[in-house]
């Protein structure tokens, strides 16, 4: 059984920084693509960012790219998402994802994490 649970979320001001963190089990980070993925309240569900499984390819949504930095550590299977430069519009909750499609369209995703809470003030 798969699972993946988030941290690391909170409310910050724009500009300031967040680290999100998802640990996952029953599931190897490093086999296959996993990322990161947002909602907003009326919004729909979108890709953030990937990091491929073998070689550790790194992809960006649009909206994030050169604010926000995703990494893993294969040793701790542990996800991360380096967030700077964050503005009110990052305000989501955040969903740590795997088996996901790197470099296209994002989807299909074969497992979700709970998300955690991220806001943004101005």
């Known amino acids: 059984q798969v699972q993946l649970v988030e941290s690391g979320g909170g409310s910050v001001q724009a500009g300031g920084s967040l680290t999100l963190s998802c640990v996952a089990s029953?599931?190897?980070?490093?086999?296959?693509?996993a990322g990161w993925f947002r909602q907003a309240p009326g919004k729909e569900r979108e890709g953030v960012a990937g990091?491929?499984?073998?070689?550790?390819?790194?992809y960006y949504g649009a909206p994030v790219n050169g604010r926000f930095t995703i990494s893993r550590d294969n040793a701790k299977n542990t996800m991360y998402l380096q967030m700077n430069s964050l503005k009110p519009e990052d305000t989501a909750m955040y969903y740590c994802?795997?088996?996901?499609?790197?470099?296209?369209?994002?989807?299909?995703?074969?497992?979700w994490g709970q998300g955690t809470q991220v806001t943004v003030s101005s």
């Open positions: 990091i491929s499984g073998v070689w550790s390819l790194k």
């Open positions: 994802a795997a088996d996901i499609r790197c470099g296209g369209s994002w989807y299909p995703v074969g497992y």
């Open positions: 029953g599931y190897t980070f490093s086999s296959s693509c």
